[in-house]
Structure formats: structure tokens, C-alpha cells
């Protein structure tokens, strides 16, 4: 070949790799998908997209076995550790549905745990009146895994909370099946949620009926014999000032605070307040700092960056656009709240999780909503891709998704839509 003729062949060479390039981008960021439906052109399947394929998505009627009025709420995540297949843990308002989906384009409905009341008079009393009204469950339901078991509670009825072996869904045969509960902890009736700091075994109950709606700690090393092992409640926090506390994470602190690295540290969503509580003597909890912010309406749930510099809060009564509140955590004694991240829509915020550089975070009716972490520093979340699982409205309106669960070692996703089901999705992020 002639050297006159290299720079035409090098021409054609780079403007069919462009080509191709542009058209790989278009669809998946530059990824090949092997889902059933990826995102391509801003649309998955039925429903709008970004750089989030669908595999799979389950109706509630699929998932509960029932064609009443049942809607989902809380979702988390279970991988075996024999096995490593991954379960979703999905949350409704008669029970709980458990999915295999280690073919994620094939998900298995493996059963549902229904819901049992605490063993008390009053608790007796409470289902006889609402059997007789037609009606018992609660839209609140909350799930978390420690040793491989699942505990979960529920709010707006003496309901406790109920601790599964999630062995159960090893050898399931002749799927869905009825499942049952292994065993019960009854020292509370209702509660808002739980979380586990699976570090060190021990679980956090808040919004009960118990100290407040504060924390109320169990430990849990033994997952069928749970015991009661302390509390905490400030009446500085909260609306009704006792104590309330709506969401929490618990960590072993490994910040650049240096006052408590090494210790417990819970960050509590307290509808008033940022609350920052040092849990490593249960029976001596203490309040390091309790924080209010400038358009506040009600402090709902959040998760910290995993260097324990930051702490992503979602505030649920938003009264402009979407409002992610972003605080500097670096002091425990003295957080900022130093910057926010507005959305396009006026979608209410719900539930947010961190993994890695991403922040996950369901918001009602406009879904999956993922941001980069990568300019946290400036105080900016880059929205880098989304999946919206309720395509009627973005509207300020309690619907749509619930929450999701980003923690799969796969890269798949979980979310719950309350009126929508279970999606099954994978991000292609660079």
C-alpha cells in the first residue's frame, strides 16, 4: 500500500470506531447488556430510563398470591453465603415475599411470610376488631438481615418483631409456599423500622411505642433469642419531644473524628433533627449532637459516604423540588449542613443507600434515582442514571417507589413500587 493512501484507510478506520462508539453509548453507556430489556434511547421495557436496564418485573399479585388491595413498602436484600445466590426481601402490607433472583431474568417467587401479631390481650383484641372491620395490615413494614435471618417489624399495630431463617429458601419445593416465622421478640408492639449494625449484632427498633419512639436496641448475636439490651431517647429531638427517632444507621465509626473512631455511632433521622448518638454502652447511650437545618420540615432517612465524611439526609415533606440535604460529618460534635441538591420535580425523597460512589435513592413517582459521589467535596450529586418505576406522574405524592436495595456483589438492584411491584434492574455506570 502506498503512504499516500495511509491517511484515507486511518480516516475510515476512526470514524467507524466513532460510529461505533456513538452507537454503544446510546444504549448503555458504552456497555454491551446482556438484560432482556436495556435501556435504549431513554426507554426500558415500558418505562423511562437511564443508564438502568430492566431484567425482570413482578406484580404485587404475582408477589403476594393475592388479587385484594395489597401494596408494597420496604425492600432489602439477602446473598447466601453457601450458595451466593441473592434473594429480594420484599415488603407488603399482608407480609413479607421472598424472590429468588439469581436469574434475574427469571426470578422465582419462593413464598410469602404473613404477618403475626405480638401474643398479648391487647394484641387479641386489635385483630378481632379490624378481622371485623375487614382489614388488619399496615402500609409499614420494614426488613434487615443479620446471620443470615431476616427481622421485621411493623407499624400502627402491636405486631413485635418476627426473626425468619432465611435458610428456608435453600430447598423450597413446589414454590410459592406458606412460610413461618422462627421465632418473636414481643417488648414492643408497633415500630416504624429497624436497623442492624451487623459489625457488632446488635439491632436498633425506632418509631415503636416504646421509650419515645427512640431507639430501642436489641441484641441479636443469637438471632432466635433475641434480648432486650437498652435504649435510647432525648427529648430534644422529635416533634412531640420524646425522643422519636424515624430511621437510623448504625456503624462501627471509622471517620476522621478522632474522639470516636472505633466506637458505635448510630445517625439518626429524628424528624427535627440530625442526631448523632453514641450507642457503645447500651445502658449509658449519649447524645454527641443533635442538629437542626435551614428548611427543614421532617428529617425522614439517610446514609453516610463509606469514609463516614458525609451524611446524605432525604427530608420527606420537601415543600419546593426533590431536596437532598448534604452534611459534613467529619466533627460528630459539630455537623454542617453544607450543601443541597435540588431535583427537577417536585417527587418526595424517600429511601437513599450508598455503595461505593453512588447514592441509590427510590424517590416516589419518579423511581430509581442514582448520583455520582465523585464531587461530594463541592457539594454536588451528578444524577448519572435512572429508572422511573411509576411512569403516571412525578408528582408530590406518596406513591411509586418505596425503596430499593443496592448491595448485591452482581450489580443488580431491587426496587419496590407500592402500586407497581418488584423491578429487577442493573446500572451501567463508568
Excluded at 80 to 105: C, H, R, W
Excluded at 379 to 393: I, K, M, R, Y
Aim: net charge negative; with cysteine.
Amino acid at each position: 500500500m502506498s503512504s499516500s493512501k495511509l491517511p484515507i484507510v486511518t480516516f475510515i478506520v476512526f470514524v467507524l470506531a466513532f460510529t461505533l462508539s456513538c452507537g454503544l453509548s446510546d444504549s448503555n453507556n458504552g456497555h454491551e447488556s446482556d438484560a432482556p430489556f436495556p435501556c435504549k434511547k431513554g426507554t426500558s421495557k415500558d418505562f423511562t430510563c437511564e443508564n438502568v436496564d430492566l431484567f425482570a418485573h413482578l406484580s404485587i399479585e404475582e408477589l403476594s398470591g393475592n388479587t385484594g388491595e395489597v401494596s408494597l413498602n420496604d425492600i432489602w436484600g439477602w446473598t447466601d453465603p453457601q450458595t451466593e445466590k441473592e434473594y429480594a426481601l420484599v415488603g407488603m402490607t399482608n407480609g413479607v415475599s421472598f424472590v429468588d433472583i439469581s436469574e434475574p431474568e427469571n426470578p422465582v417467587i419462593l413464598g410469602v411470610l404473613k404477618e403475626t401479631l405480638n401474643p398479648s390481650s391487647s394484641a387479641k383484641k386489635f385483630k378481632a376488631l379490624h378481622d371485623e372491620e375487614g382489614k388488619g395490615e399496615s402500609a409499614w413494614r420494614d426488613i434487615k438481615t443479620f446471620n443470615n435471618h431476616a427481622f421485621i417489624v411493623s407499624d400502627n399495630q402491636p405486631h413485635g418483631l418476627q426473626v425468619f431463617s432465611l435458610a428456608k429458601l435453600r430447598n423450597v419445593e413446589s414454590p410459592p409456599v406458606s412460610f413461618e416465622e422462627d421465632a418473636h421478640y414481643s417488648e414492643f408492639d408497633n415500630a416504624h423500622n429497624i436497623a442492624i449494625n451487623e459489625a457488632t449484632g446488635f439491632a436498633y427498633v425506632v418509631g415503636s411505642n416504646t421509650f419515645g419512639g427512640g431507639l430501642h436496641i436489641i441484641d441479636i448475636t443469637t438471632p432466635t433469642e433475641p434480648v432486650f439490651a437498652g435504649f435510647h431517647a432525648d427529648s430534644t429531638v422529635g416533634r412531640n419531644g420524646g425522643g422519636y427517632v424515624h430511621d437510623t444507621q448504625c456503624v462501627i465509626y471509622s471517620g476522621p473524628d478522632l474522639d470516636y473512631q472505633g466506637d458505635e455511632v448510630c445517625f439518626n433521622s429524628s424528624e427535627t433533627h440530625l442526631e448523632i448518638v453514641n450507642v457503645s454502652d447500651k445502658n449509658n447511650t449519649i447524645q454527641i449532637s443533635a442538629t437542626d437545618y435551614e428548611g427543614r420540615t421532617y428529617a425522614h432517612q439517610g446514609w453516610l459516604t463509606e469514609d463516614h465524611r458525609f451524611f446524605l439526609l432525604g427530608d420527606e415533606l420537601d415543600q419546593g423540588n426533590t431536596t437532598t440535604y448534604i452534611w459534613n460529618v467529619e466533627d460528630l460534635d459539630n455537623p454542617i449542613m453544607s450543601g443541597t441538591r435540588v431535583g427537577n420535580s417536585l417527587s418526595i425523597d424517600h429511601n437513599q443507600y450508598v455503595k461505593q460512589n453512588h447514592l441509590y435513592q427510590s424517590n416516589y413517582t419518579s423511581g430509581l434515582q442514582i448520583f455520582s459521589l465523585s464531587n461530594i467535596e463541592q457539594n454536588s450529586l451528578e444524577q448519572v442514571g435512572f429508572f422511573d418505576t411509576f411512569p403516571l406522574d412525578d408528582n408530590r405524592k406518596f406513591d411509586g417507589s418505596w425503596s430499593n436495595y443496592p448491595f448485591f456483589d452482581s450489580g443488580l438492584v431491587i426496587v419496590s413500587d407500592m402500586s407497581n411491584g418488584l423491578f429487577i434492574v442493573r446500572p451501567n455506570l463508568q
